[in-house]
Each structure stands twice: as C-alpha cells, then as structure tokens.
C-alpha cells in the first residue's frame, strides 16, 4: 500500500466515523491515529457523549471484530482472558478463551474493577498476548484496547495504576459537543438513525483485517529526520524537569508520541514526521503519564497546562 492510498483510506475513516460522532471531530481523528498507529486509548467523558458508540463505530468501519468488556467490582480475570475447561472425552483441558481475544476491545468503565482484573490487560496491552495456567495464547495482530472512563463519578471506582495508564497510548477527553451538533443529532435521530444499528447511519465498512495491518506498516514507515526526533525527546525531558510535576514522562511515552506523530502525519497525507505532528498530539499522549504535585493543582493547574508550557518552552526544529 502506497501513501496515497493509505491517507485515502485513513481520510476515509475519519469521515465514515464523523458521521455517527457528530460534533466531536478531535475526538475521532484521534481515536483513528490510535488505531493507526496500533495503539490503545482511554476515552474519558461524561455518560452519554458516544464513548461507547466510538468504539462499536470503529470496529465496524474497519471491517474487524469486535468485543464489550462491561468492568465491574465482582469482574474476574478469567471473565476477561478465558478458562481451561477439562474435556471429559478428550482427557485434557481445552482452552475457553474469553472477550479479550477480539480485534477491537471496548473496556467500559475499566476504572470500575478492582486491580487485580485491570492488571489482566497488562500483559496483553503490551505484549499482544495472555497467559493462562503458564501457557501464552496469542491475541489478534490487530489488537486494540479503547476503554472508558466517567471523569466525575468516584464512588466504588478503583483509580488505574501507573503501570497501566502508561500503556495507553493516547487519553482521549470527550467533551459536550457545540449547541449545533447537538441539534444535529437529533435531526439524525428523526430521520432514522439507530445508534444500536449502525448500518442506519449510512456509514459502511472501508477496511478489512488485511489492510488495517497494511495500513499500519504504512504508518511505521513515515519518516522522521533527526531533528524531530531529538524534539520529542527534549519535550518528554522536559516533563521531568518542571517544578509542579512530580511525575515526568517514562521513556515509552516518547515511542508513543512518535509513533502517535507518524499517524498524524500519514492523515495528513505527508511521508515524514514534522513538528507540527507532534505537538498537535503530545496532549493526548502525555496528559496521562504525569502527576502534578498537590499544590499545584491547589492552584487549579491541570496536566494540559503545564504540558501547553512546556511545548511553548521547547524550541521547535526549523
């Protein structure tokens, strides 16, 4: 596959996705470079703002399967990976494998079980696999984790540990949308639309397994110089040197703003990585990987301030 081709295709995701999304344009492109880039997103919003939706939308542009993982406190770790189950006839233990061995995953509410059950992801999040009775089971090359989260409601949620959040590539916020978008939606939905039937949003399938992997070796081919990948390490750096942090950015946090930038550039339509790629989507990648210390955000200060700071700061390749 081609550049041309690629950025057609990853246009087409975001147009195909916009038309069920309505008013959340940011949301959506980022969500698609995620997937672009073989990532996983944690989409955080209030109740009702399509974070559900996004992920069910995505699986079925994109030609893949698809599986809902609904986190509760009683949820297990054999809920979420499977169970080896003793063949009667057979004599031997065949492995039931369970939600997560899908091409996309939708982990609602994932703050909602307890850490052992989240730590279950761990090793599929980052290795593309899950082992049970100490033999691994591959997952789908395609694997994608988008799980959710409500920003304001605290009660009988287990806050995810730092180990875990690292290994989301992108924090997605998903805001109200504008007056007008909002209107839209209801126009859509009195002229048919079904959010339990995407088909009625006329939005179709454009990609396959076969050329979602494709696109994605397009995306990890996208050049870039020196210069722009000596940026990113001087911005990620940078996290751990300000004062009001008291947690900066690991190392893999700048793989995923590059790898995050590549995308970003490939939806552009461009086969190098420029500056602009990478700030446009280091809020996204970094908001979730630092802490702030407590009188910072005594001050009202959030991790997207100082970020914002930290980009002005940094000077930027020419």
Do not use: W
């Amino acid at each position: 596959m081609d550049l041309a081709t690629a950025n057609d295709l990853a246009g087409s995701l975001v147009r195909e996705l916009s038309g069920v999304l309505v008013g959340q344009e940011t949301v959506v492109e980022e969500a698609v470079v995620a997937l672009l880039a073989g990532g996983h997103a944690l989409l955080e919003g209030v109740p009702g703002t399509g974070k559900t939706l996004l992920g069910r939308a995505l699986a079925y542009v994109t030609g893949t399967s698809f599986k809902r993982i609904q986190f509760t406190p009683d949820l297990m770790p054999s809920d979420v990976i499977g169970v080896n189950v003793y063949d009667m006839t057979t004599k031997q233990f065949d492995f039931r494998p369970g939600p997560l061995f899908s091409d996309i995953i939708l982990a609602d509410e994932i703050n909602r079980a307890p850490a052992k059950t989240q730590s279950a992801l761990l090793e599929a999040m980052q290795e593309r696999q899950a082992t049970v009775d100490g033999k691994a089971h591959a997952l789908s090359p395609v694997f994608s984790v988008f799980a959710t989260q409500n920003p304001v409601e605290f009660e009988g949620t287990y806050p995810l540990p730092e180990a875990q959040v690292d290994r989301f590539m992108l924090k997605i916020l998903v805001d109200y949308p504008a007056e007008e978008a909002e209107s839209c939606i209801l126009d859509h939905i009195e002229e048919g639309f079904e959010p339990l039937g995407l088909g009625t949003a006329h939005i179709n399938p454009i990609l396959d397994h076969a050329r979602l992997s494709e696109l994605r070796a397009v995306v990890r081919s996208v050049h870039a110089e020196e210069m722009v990948r000596r940026y990113v390490t001087r911005v990620i750096r940078a996290t751990r040197s300000k004062p009001q942090i008291t947690l900066g950015a690991s190392p893999r946090a700048g793989v995923m703003l590059l790898l995050a930038a590549k995308a970003r550039a490939v939806l552009t339509g461009r086969d190098y990585v420029s500056p602009d790629d990478v700030k446009s989507i280091a809020l996204s990648v970094l908001r979730h990987r630092i802490l702030l210390l407590p009188e910072a955000e005594v001050e009202g200060l959030c991790p997207d301030d100082c970020l914002k700071e930290i980009l002005a700061a940094t000077e930027v390749p020419r």
